[in-house]
C-alpha cells in the first residue's frame, strides 16, 4: 500500500522535476543533461517575446483578479437571503459558468463580441464628430479581462458566500440593533471576516487568469499571454528555455497558492476561536 | 436608500456582467448553429438544420471524446482510489495533511506545462529511447491515444483523489472494526463496507473529471499531436482555421448537449446506486 502511494507520488512528480532538471541543462539537447547553467533563465528573461507576453499576463491577471473578487463579494453578500427568481437566475448562470467547458466559453465570447462590434463600429463613427477618428472596438485586453472576471467572478461568488454561511448571523444584527449603519456594519463585523475567503478568491482568480489558455486563446485579439506563447512554441518543439519559462511559473503558481491556502487557514482558526 | 436598492446596487454589476459575457454568448451559439456559412467565413443569418445534419462530418472527434473521456476517467478512478484509501485509512495522521497537499499541489500549475512534461518522457529520446536499450524496439508512444489517455491520468488525478479522500476521510473507522469482528475478510470488509461508503466521494471526482474531459483541448494538441483529437480540437480548427462559425456554433451546441445528457443520465445512475446501498444498510 505504502509502496503503491510512493509509486504515484512519483508518477505526479518526476514529470515536474523533469522540466525543472533539464531547465538548467547547459547542453541544448532535450535528453542529455550536459552539466549545470542557468543560462536558458538569462535567455528567457531577455526575450522581448516572452517579457511582453509575462507582461500581458500579469497585467490581465491582476485586473481579473481586482474586479472579480470586489464584484464577486458585492454579489455574494447581496445575495443573502435573496429567493424568488433573482436567486434562480444567479444560481443558474454561476452554475452554467462552471459546467460549460472553457472552449465552448472561449468561441461564444469570441463570436458574440466580434458581431456585436460588427454593429457598434459603424454606429459609433457615425455619432463621432466629424473628422475626428472614431474608436474602433477589436477583440484584445479588456475583451480578455472581461471574458476572465465573468468566470473567476462566479468562482469568487462561490468561495465567499460558504464563508458568509457559515457565519453567525447574529454578529450582523447585534451591529444594525447596535445602531450601526448598514455600511458599518460592513465594514466593522462582515469584511474582517470574510477577508480571508476574498483574499483567496483574488489569488486564485488571478491563477486562474495567468494560467488559462483556452479561453485567452480565443478572446485574447493581438494580445499574447504567457500561455499562448509557450503553447506557440512547443508546437515548434522542446527548448530549454520553455523549460526554464515553465519552471518559473510553477514555482510563481505555488508561491500563490500556498499564500492563499495559509489565509484560507488563518481565517478558519480565526473563526473557531 | 432602501434595503432592496442597496441590494439591487450591489447585484447589478454581477449580473450584468453575466448576462452580457455568458448568457448573451450562449444564446448567440444557439442563433448562429441555426445559420449558414458566409462566403468568406463568419456568419449569414438563416434558419437551416443544415449544421446539424452536417455533424457527421466531424464524427470521429465526437467518437474520440466520447470514448477516451470515460476511459480517462475510468484511469483516473483506478489510480487514484488506492491512494485516496491509503490516505484516509491506512496513512498516519501525523502525515496526512501534508501529503494530501503534495496530491493537490499539481492540479494548481498549469496543465499546459505538465502536459508538456510529458512530450520529454514519451518522446522519441525519452522511454521509446530507454525501452530500446533494453532490447525493445520501435515503440512508439507520443501521439498515440495512450499518450493522451497517461497525460489525462497525469493531469486530472488530484481532481479524483480529492473528493474520494474526504468521503473514505468520513467514514466512521469503527464500522470497520466491527466488520472484522464479526469474522470479514479484509476483501470482503472493503467490499461491503468500506467501498458502497465510498460511492458518493467516486460518483463527485468520476463527474467532475468526465466534464474537464469532454471539453479538453490541450492534452490531445499536445500528446495527440493532431492525430488523436477530442470534440474541443476539432472547434478551434473549425472557429480558427475555417472560420465556419454556424458549423463550429452547431458542434459546440451539440457538444454542451452530450454532455449535459450523459452528465444527467450518469446522475440517475449514481443515485439508483446511492438508493440500493440505503436498502443494504437497512437490512
Redesign the interface.
Known sequence: MRLYAICVYLFLYIPIGIIALFSFNAGRHASQFMGFSTQWYGRALNNPFVMDALETSLLAAFITACLASTLGTMAAIALQGVKGWLRTLFDAMIYIAIMIPGIVIGIATLIALVTVFGWLNPLLASLWPDGANPPQLSMGMPTLVAAHTMFTMALVIIIVRARLSGMDRALMEASADLFATPWGTFRQVTLPLIAPAILAGFLLSFTFSFDDFIIAFFVAGSETTLPIYIFSSIRRGVTPEINAIGTMVMGASLLLLVAAQLLLRRGASKSNN | MTERG???L??A???I???V?????????FV?SFGERGAAGG?VPAFTLEQYANLPARWTAFKNTLILAPLGTIAALV?AY??A???AV??SPKWRTS?L???I??F???????S??????L?G??LP?LLESIGIDDIRLINTPFAVLVGIV?GY??LMVFPIFVSLDKLDKRLLEASADLGSTPWRTFRQVTLPLSVPGIATGCMLVF??L??E??IP??LGGGKVFFV?NA??DL??QSRN?AY??AV?MT??VV?LVTVSIYMKFISRLGGQREDVSLM
Open positions: 442597496r441590494k439591487a450591489l447585484l454589476p454581477a449580473g456582467w453575466l448576462l459575457m455568458l448568457a448573451l454568448p450562449l444564446l448567440v451559439v448562429f456568419y489510480i488506492p491512494l484509501y491509503f490516505l491506512r496513512c501529503l497537499i503534495l496530491v499541489v499539481p494548481w500549475t498549469s496543465i499546459l506545462i505538465r508538456y512534461a510529458w512530450i520529454f518522457i518522446g529520446r525519452g529511447a497525469y488525478l488530484p466534464i474537464l469532454m471539453g483541448f490541450l494538441a499536445i474541443g472547434l478551434v472557429f480558427l462559425w463550429g456554433s459546440a457538444l454542451v454532455m
